[in-house]
């Protein structure tokens, strides 16, 4: 079997288009994910156990259902109640609620991880919880859920290759038309699983730059 890669070279640039799509779909996943994530994270420690409950409910069904009946609720589910919103911004939500269920076990992690004087530290010093959780155990935290936040953002790059099912051209979901084309089956999805792992490598490369500094500073 020889590989000829000449048929799918005009096709480049709709390749590097789906990326520029895919990036941008990771982004925001990414942005609205973490924040959600740490919010749901740092309910499972507050001091009230039924928001404990309520939060650790949510993680449990967002890990435990898959992240494609998960798009699928929202964009072909929503409708049925009235909603109806556009492939991209339904994926966005999808993923962001995904990442979030991950990201929130994360954060907790990370928070019972800073020693348990820190917090009497605070107490002593007459801090309340809000300001103990901002200004003393987040900081801390988050330097200790780098690697694993890390490793969430690279899956979440990969797992936006779910975005074609809702017809939203991603590099996936572009790769499939280039191939429906070219016929170049094979070559098609090396070049595509080429740009995944520059795009995997850039992110993780660029997460442990960040990870030295903040060990450093």
Request: net charge positive; glycine share 8%; proline share 4%.
């Amino acid at each position: 079997m020889t590989l000829d890669f000449s048929a799918i070279v005009p096709y480049l640039h709709m390749l590097l288009t789906g990326a520029k799509v895919t990036i941008q779909a990771s982004a925001l996943s990414v942005l609205f994910g973490a924040i959600l994530g740490i919010f749901v994270g740092a309910l499972r420690v507050v001091p009230f156990a039924p928001v404990r409950a309520a939060a650790a409910t949510y993680i449990y069904i967002i890990r435990g259902t898959p992240l494609l009946i998960q798009l699928f609720l929202i964009y072909f589910g929503l409708p049925s109640l009235g909603l109806n919103l556009p492939a991209f911004t339904a994926g966005i939500i999808g993923l962001s609620i995904n990442s979030s269920g991950y990201v929130g076990e994360i954060v907790r992690g990370g928070i019972e991880a800073v020693p348990k004087g820190q917090w009497e530290a605070s107490k002593v010093l007459g801090l309340s919880y809000l300001k103990t959780m901002r200004f003393i155990i987040l900081p801390q935290a988050i330097r200790n859920m780098l690697p694993a936040i890390g490793n969430e953002f690279v899956t979440l790059i990969k797992e936006s290759s779910l975005l074609s099912t809702l017809a939203i051209t991603e590099l996936t979901m572009v790769g499939q038309q280039v191939r429906s084309v070219t016929y170049a089956s094979f070559e098609t999805f090396i070049a595509v699983g080429i740009i995944y792992l520059v795009m995997t490598s850039v992110t993780s490369f660029s997460l442990q730059c960040v990870e030295k500094k903040w060990k450093v500073s």
